[in-house]
């Protein structure tokens, strides 16, 4: 079942849960935390905080029951939204902008698209974002032209001229990227340490993004020349993958499931993906295993089984590797320190291009 919404509606639903109680907001002086269920979104979550002067950090959960299709026209809006996807599946299309776009775990975006008319369609389950809103001329105004020179051109036009142009640059999220996001959801302090703490990870995240897309040779260049059709096979063999996470198929078998040789899967996983068809299957186990860890609730040894790692050596290798902790005292950690987001239950404005 789907459900459409327009911009209409969307607001009405949001009206409604405020008039009737189901949807609460708090603010202070740090942060604003709006959360909630709604008739056909399910719980929904939202989290906001101002960093610095044109810069802000949003983060948004909502567990929809269906599956929908939302339109709008983004009106307003002339800041910037760098935003990484950590949970769920939403196909996107900017009307005269970009054609269909998914946006999955593993990818993000750097865009503007103020006064486009937008649609999405979000998958059933939970969708998790973070995104960071910038207002460039206030955030960049001020830098020397050598250091403007340094930023996506779209950002640098914005900076210099207060000339808006709609645009989306979309990227990879790579391990290093990851990191930073989870040391996000996961922010140790409280108070003004907090908001000292986030700033500093989120200057970490664009800077990491940024570089990213200085690069002529970067993921999501060498993503856009693939075929439509590749693309979708190159998504099914990733789903394949996942689904077989205990006992995946090796390359050759994998390529034939899609209808694919096994050198065009794997030149074409690399340009989606940034990394190789195992490279991704062993970072989505250690992602696993860290969710699964933070769960308390199943010993190391069985999880890393769990994932896929028959060596319980081999797994706290790789895991520390990755994430520059052991699995056991990673699992302790977090028994100590809590999601400071996620307990507290609040993140950011239900419209992609928000500040």
């Known amino acids: 079942m789907t459900i459409t919404l327009l911009d209409r509606d969307w607001e009405d639903l949001w009206a409604e849960g405020r008039q009737t109680g189901t949807i609460a907001e708090t603010s202070d002086e740090i942060e604003t935390i709006v959360q909630g269920n709604l008739s056909c979104l399910g719980n929904v979550w939202e989290w906001s905080m101002p960093l610095r002067d044109g810069l802000w950090l949003f983060v948004y959960e909502y567990h929809s029951t269906v599956d929908i299709t939302q339109t709008g026209q983004n009106l307003d809006c002339p800041c910037s939204v760098l935003s990484f996807f950590v949970a769920g599946d939403v196909r996107t299309k900017l009307h005269g902008l970009t054609e269909q776009v998914d946006e999955v775990v593993g990818r993000n975006y750097l865009s503007c698209f103020q006064d486009t008319l937008e649609t999405e ?205 052991n699995p056991g005292v990673y699992r302790r950690s977090q028994e100590r320190s809590p999601n400071c987001l996620a307990t507290e239950k609040t993140p950011p404005s239900h419209r992609k291009n928000s500040a």
Not at 196 to 219: P, R, V
Not at 276 to 303: S, W
Request: hydrophobic content about 35%.
């Open 121 to 325: 369609t979000w998958t059933a389950g939970k969708i998790l974002r973070v995104q960071i809103c910038i207002d460039p001329q206030r955030f960049f105004g001020n830098l020397p032209e050598t250091q403007l020179s340094q930023l996506p051109s779209e950002l640098r036009q914005i900076a210099t001229s207060g000339r808006v142009q709609p645009y989306y640059q979309s990227g990879v999220t790579t391990p290093e990227m990851q990191m930073v996001l989870h040391q996000i959801l996961h922010c140790p302090y409280q108070g003004l340490m907090k908001r000292l703490y986030l700033e500093g990870k989120t200057l970490e995240l664009m800077t990491l993004q940024f570089n990213q897309f200085q690069n002529d040779n970067s993921a999501a260049k060498s993503y856009s020349s693939l075929r439509s059709d590749d693309v979708e096979r190159i998504y099914q063999a990733k789903e394949i993958l996942i689904r077989q996470l205990d006992d995946p198929p090796s390359l050759t078998e994998l390529a034939r499931q899609v209808s694919m040789n096994d050198h065009k899967l794997k030149q074409g996983f690399r340009r989606v993906f940034n990394t190789t068809v195992f490279g991704y299957l062993h970072d989505y186990r250690l992602e696993q295993a860290r969710q699964l860890l933070e769960t308390g609730e199943v010993g190391v040894v069985a999880i890393a089984h769990q994932v896929g790692f028959a060596d319980r050596s081999y797994f706290a290798a790789a895991f520390r590797k990755k994430f520059g902790i």
